[in-house]
């Protein structure tokens, strides 16, 4: 078999394009010569007392780090007392709704309404619960219960606030509120995709 004219250049051709190619691939870069000097480097005493301090100071954070942690489990124990604690979400519920009441009577006033609001995860590690409640009273009388609801060891707070003019005479509110409490995440059911 010859080789024609044509088939000669393209060999040609390719010798040409195949040289920069092979020496492309197999020049060393920088990563490839400084790989062997870094092994050499932490394979020598020196490098290996390197190690050794290093490991030794990360040995000594190991205490301090585990009084923190203690710190921070007491802080989280604490806060954790303020939970609502129950068997079910239904006795959850009912324990805020009588709490908020309970500080609504201290102040002299009932709600006409009190109505249990939809359980939600809150943060990832709690269940969060809600009351949503109305009624009337006077402008003292809602100050005060705001107020004696942060001094109540649950963990409670005001998420929405309506208040309007019921009776102008004798200075009556309308008052309205959603009072939120801290649940355990087990008693707040789980929602699967696609079930309402």
Known sequence: MTLGDRDKRALKMLAY?????????????????????AVAVANTPAGLEQQLQRLRSKEAQIPAKQGLMKDLQG???????????????????????????????????????????????????????????SGECSIEQVV??????????????TEDLRINLANPKNKILQFGATISGLVPKRLVPEKRPGVL
């Open 75 to 133: 802080q989280v124990n604490v806060r954790e007392k303020g939970l609502i604690i129950a068997d079910t979400l239904p006795q959850a519920q009912a324990m805020l709704a009588q709490s908020v009441r309970q500080v609504a009577r201290q102040e002299g006033f009932d709600f006409r309404n009190v109505s249990i609001g939809q359980a939600a995860i809150f943060g990832g590690e709690y269940g969060q619960i809600s009351v949503q409640i």
């Open 17 to 37: 394009a195949a040289v920069p190619g092979l020496i492309w691939l197999f020049w060393p870069t920088s990563d490839d010569a400084a790989k062997p000097v």
């Open 144 to 157: 005060n219960f705001l107020a004696d609801l942060t001094k109540r060891p649950e963990l409670m707070a």
